[in-house]
């Protein structure tokens, strides 16, 4: 059964919820950019568009924003006629934004209707994270005026709270001046404005009395090339201030035309659904920046968890052509086998218990381990060490992929130099793990004599003896040895294996060497899958989960469809 469609709220809701749970873990060159992107529109919903919507008769809540030194304070001041926020040569000045109402509707802006996320302050600045609210009955009702911090302000926190302001606003009153109106800041704004279909008006401060006509007409032709023929032209010359505030002569026209929209109940609320139509159309393409954000994110994800691959299944094939090449068989390896096969001597106590006997004996006159011992021990330090030369170069060159990858140096700090060589426990794991396998080489040498007759055998030849030849047969490919070494090491071996085949069978002792060898290549990929996770587990911390980018396609659709049932 189909689930009924959200309301409107219901949908903004859900929409501002994945917008605020957005993946963006990982430093991709989108990363920054989708920040702003989601918490713009997650403040605008929650700050503007859900509390208008629950009150579309609430006051016009009028933003005078501007930059640095535009004169917004001077024009909130004048348009009240009294002192209500602070002006001054000091930058930045404004801290907390100033909001002004009627007593009529303090009630719309005491409480958390509006800008949910900031305190209310009265008798004074309340300081940041506030709103000083100022109530005047000089204010008409259905109006209220807040002056913003500068949208270019040295302090990011004010530049960040002027566009949160900026986009709570049903109206804008954007304060430039004569000599910077056509500086980058204004125009960022202001194409912000176009962008989201906001209601504006801009008020030209500071105009010499001799060019007001050019620089209006100038400025008035700008904002009809940037898409806001619409928008209130405002002049205000340049000229001494009266008290503090502008001449009445200047700021009336301003005032005037404001007053009317707070008189006039089907302005009010053209203006208001003017900015509330732009806002709610500009969701979808705002939020598809983010989208896409995740969608780099997945793919830089994937760049990195592919590079790990890489990395460490060389690491794998690294290992196994170290086993089956025969370079294990040199050094120290050949040594114990050529102690173990000695001359002569090992192959008549193949069919003689008595060999056995010496072997122990000796042991434990010379505190030497039998040869068979021996030479399994060399084959474990051989093979731990060829794991670890693996692990250690799988590291390296992960950590080296890594750092091409703009999502990777984040990643690696602040721990790089130890991610660049094996976790400190991997040479214990090694080690327990070729013991072992030693063992369950073992024990297929057990299970594969146990019928009456192999066993009898493999007793009289000894159980170590029958894996020691079993556990060289898996190395024994000999394409690392040349000369002397094939016959000592590779002859002899095959000299072994072919009394275990008396033994076994021929097929029997090629499947014990191809499953010792299964066996080790197991162990192996085991412990570099351990290695690779250090890796691995970076990354799905910080990458998307794999439906983020459908689900916030699907919340921007459930708001599309919501929008269309409220019309």
């Given amino acids: 059964m189909t689930a009924p469609p959200l309301d409107l709220p ?14 963006l ?10 920040v702003r992107a989601a918490r713009g529109v997650t403040d605008q919903i929650d700050d503007y568009l859900l509390p208008r919507l629950r009150d579309l008769g609430a006051p016009l809540l ?17 348009l009240v006629g009294a002192p209500v ?39 004074g600045d309340g300081g940041p994270g506030t709103v000083q609210l100022v109530v005047r009955d000089d204010v008409p009702a259905g109006l209220a005026l807040l002056d913003a911090p500068d949208v270019d302000s040295v302090v990011e926190s004010n530049r960040d709270l002027a566009a949160q302001l900026l986009a709570a606003a049903d109206l804008w009153v954007f304060v430039t001046t004569a000599a910077r109106y056509a500086d980058a800041v ?9 962008e989201r279909g906001t209601a504006l008006a801009v008020v030209l401060d500071r105009v010499p009395p001799e060019a007001t006509a050019e620089i209006a007409a100038d400025l008035a032709g700008m904002l009809d090339r940037a898409g806001l023929p619409g928008a209130r032209l405002f002049v205000i010359e340049e000229g001494g201030l009266v008290d503090g505030r502008l001449p009445e002569a200047q700021v009336a026209p301003l005032r005037g035309w404001l007053h009317g929209l707070a008189a006039d109940q089907e302005q009010r609320a053209a203006v208001v659904r003017q900015t509330l139509t732009g806002a709610l159309e500009s969701l979808e393409q705002r939020t598809g920046a983010v989208v896409l954000a995740v969608e780099e994110q997945t793919a830089a994800a994937a760049s990195l968890l592919t590079a790990a691959d890489s990395a460490y299944d060389a690491a794998r094939d690294g290992v196994d052509q170290g086993v089956r090449s025969g370079t294990l068989l040199r050094g120290e390896v050949l040594a114990r086998w050529q102690e173990f096969v000695g001359t002569g001597e090992w192959m008549r106590s193949l069919q003689d218990r008595v060999g056995r006997l010496r072997d122990r004996v000796t042991a434990a006159l010379t505190g030497r381990p039998a040869p068979a011992e021996s030479l399994t021990g060399a084959l474990e330090t051989s093979v731990e060490a060829l794991l670890r030369a693996e692990a250690d170069r799988a590291a390296e060159r992960t950590v080296t992929a890594w750092r091409a990858f703009p999502a990777g140096p984040p990643l ?26 030693q063992g369950a080489v073992l024990d297929l040498v057990r299970d594969q004599g146990a019928d009456k007759r192999s066993r009898a055998r493999l007793l009289s030849w000894g159980i170590n003896g029958a894996g020691a030849v079993v556990m060289v047969a898996v190395f024994a490919q000999t394409g690392g040895l040349v000369g002397g070494e094939v016959a000592v090491a590779g002859g002899t071996t095959v000299v072994g294996q072919r009394v275990l085949e008396a033994v076994f069978g021929d097929a029997a002792v090629r499947a014990l060497a191809e499953r010792a060898r299964a066996d080790l290549r197991d162990r ?19 990458a998307p989960p794999g439906p983020a980018a459908e689900e916030l396609r699907a919340s921007v659709a459930a708001l599309a469809d919501a929008r269309r049932a409220a019309a």
């Fill in 10 to 23: 219901e949908a903004l809701t859900a929409l501002r919820d994945r917008l605020a749970a957005a993946p």
């Fill in 25 to 34: 873990g990982l430093a991709t060159p989108g990363r920054e950019a989708a």
């Fill in 62 to 78: 009028t933003v005078i924003g501007g930059s640095t030194g535009a004169g917004k304070s001077t024009l909130v001041n004048s």
């Fill in 85 to 123: 926020t602070t002006a001054g040569v000091l930058r930045p000045t404004t801290r907390a934004p100033v909001l002004v109402c009627s007593p009529v509707d303090a009630p719309s802006f005491s409480g958390d209707r509006v800008l949910p996320g900031l305190a209310r302050a009265t008798g």
């Fill in 186 to 194: 204004p125009w960022d704004v202001l194409r912000t404005a176009q």
């Fill in 412 to 437: 690696l700090a602040p721990d790089e130099r130890e991610l660049a060589r094996v976790s400190p426990d991997f040479p214990e794991a090694a080690a327990a793990q070729v013991r072992d396998w």
């Fill in 524 to 542: 192996a990929d085991h412990l570099l899958r351990y290695e690779q996770d250090r890796f691995d587990d970076r990354v799905h911390e910080a």
